[in-house]
């Protein structure tokens, strides 16, 4: 592998005609506003954006390993760049980079650059555009820990009325079965007034909602001494037309009373939580090393509704972790059934190298663990169609997002995450009231619009 030098920070200029540039991302949230800030700070610099699966100059894909899926996914992407991208280079970043960087670069990938570099993918293609630079190689740290975020350029897309923003990234949990803290590092929060200038940028390029996002959001500030998220949320009521903000998946055990106050104190927060479970059994979240028991999860669900009435709660669960038998998985199921979240995300257990979990007895079957995934998984539909049931009839102000919904109407989100598609012709960015109907369809809504001056009266 070749240490690529690296240019000034300073973008030179870009002659000629514009160098084109596509881009792809895999995996979370975070990774997805990482490509969308990477796309809008080379703009910025002259760069002229096209669809990803063709030709371009400058291909960029932002890559997860965080399953042996996610790897599997991140490599046919790449196989497939270097195939379609028409003799342009092909740039892969992100935590497989970060993983086996040789990997990526044996797949075709003319530059791999880490996590912890990938702050400087806009100057280094801009250098090389102008040939002023090298652009080939592998720019890697083994210590991803980065305090440098990427913003979103000057002309962010206003095209969507819901932005992402990374407020944080790293790690400092020690989850067992866990790879990110070795490929995002350690927990570092974005400066506080960074975020309330990029969240001002977004609105006033369009967008009206904004989600926090994060690789352990809950932990925002724990590193800087404060502001807590708490904080930073009600330091981001100050962002005026910024009508809504969200939260990204939160650590049960860093939820608390302020947190769940804060989020109660304005209907501009957004009365959705997203609380990964992972388990149901004592003993297995204690070999997870998650930091709590089922019975703390039990009581932050139940703080959260009592707090933010109507609130909707998802969980992440995690089927087949080693040791997990029948009993610690029953413990699971019936934790679920009394928690009764309003959706669920099941995960196989995926072993990722070098991971603690590894080392543990008690491996599970495949089988076994497609098995208890299915039964979860009805589980996860039983509970969509009662919290979709329970929100029918109900009225909603929404934002319309796009104007055409696959099932035929404007395509909207509640603050509670419930997808709906309204009857109506207002456009994109437009305000709605909507009453909610339920369709037999657990994943979305119908949405007739009302009048909110007669529903008012009605409420
Ligand atoms: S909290 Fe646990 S699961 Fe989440 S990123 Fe950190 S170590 Fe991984």
């Known amino acids: 592998m070749r240490q690529i030098e690296i240019p000034a920070e300073k973008p030179a200029p870009i002659g000629g005609a514009a160098p084109t540039v596509a881009v792809f991302s895999h995996g979370c949230r975070a990774n997805q506003e990482e490509i969308e800030c990477l796309l809008g700070a080379l703009r910025d610099r002259g760069f002229r954006p096209v669809p990803f699966g063709g030709s371009a100059d400058w291909t960029i894909i932002n890559t997860c390993s965080v399953t042996h899926a996610g790897e599997a996914d991140a490599r046919r992407t790449i196989r497939r760049a270097v195939r379609l991208s028409g003799g342009g280079r092909v740039v892969v970043t992100g935590c497989f980079a970060q993983r086996d960087p ?17 702050w400087r993918i806009p100057d280094l293609l801009t250098s090389a555009a102008s ?18 975020f990427l913003g979103h350029g000057t002309r962010p897309s206003g095209f969507r009325t819901r932005a992402a923003l990374k407020v944080q990234d790293g790690c400092d949990e020690r989850c067992t079965y866990c790879i990110i803290p070795s490929l995002r590092g ?7 007034d960074e975020v309330l200038a ?31 998220l708490a904080g930073l949320l009600r330091r981001l009521l100050a962002v005026e037309r910024l009508e809504r903000i969200r939260l990204n998946s939160l650590e049960p055990q860093w939820v608390d009373a302020e947190l769940l106050d804060t989020l109660a104190s304005s209907p501009r927060f957004c009365r959705h939580l997203h609380l990964p479970l992972q388990s149901g059994d004592a003993g297995v979240l204690k070999r997870m090393g998650r930091g709590y028991r089922p019975e703390a999860y039990r009581e932050v669900a139940a703080r959260a509704r009592a707090a933010i ?4 709660i998802g969980a992440d669960v995690m089927v087949g972790f080693p040791g997990e038998d029948e009993e610690a998985y029953a413990n699971t199921v019936a934790l679920l059934e009394e928690v009764r979240p309003s959706y669920l995300h099941v995960f196989p257990y995926s072993e990722r190298p070098g991971v603690a979990s590894a080392r543990l007895p008690g491996r599970v079957d495949e089988e076994t663990k497609r098995r208890r995934a299915r039964r979860l998984a009805a589980l996860d539909r039983r509970f969509r169609t009662a919290f979709l049931r329970a929100a029918d009839g109900a009225v909603h102000d929404l934002i319309v997002e796009a104007k055409e919904d696959r099932a035929g109407g404007a395509q909207c989100l509640t603050d509670t995450y419930i997808r709906v598609a309204v009857e109506t012709d207002r456009s994109a960015g437009s305000w709605v009231t909507a009453r909610l109907r339920w369709i037999g369809d657990p994943r979305r809504m119908r949405g007739i619009a009302v009048d909110s001056a007669v529903e008012e009266s009605r409420r």
Not at 105 to 113: H, I, M, Q, S, T
Not at 206 to 224: K, M, N, P, S, V
Not at 309 to 312: A, E, K, R
């Open 102 to 118: 040789a990997d990526a670069a044996r797949l075709g990938a003319d530059l791999v650059v880490g996590n912890g570099e990938k």
């Open 131 to 148: 040939g002023e630079g090298s652009c080939t190689g592998v720019l890697f740290q083994a210590d991803p820990t980065t305090r440098r």
């Open 186 to 192: 350690r927990s570092v929060s974005r400066d506080p």
């Open 198 to 228: 990029e969240a001002r940028l977004l609105v006033e390029s369009g967008h009206q909602e904004i989600t926090l996002t994060g690789i352990h959001t809950a932990a925002y500030g724990a590193d800087r001494g404060g502001p807590n």
């Open 309 to 312: 009435p109507g609130v909707g």
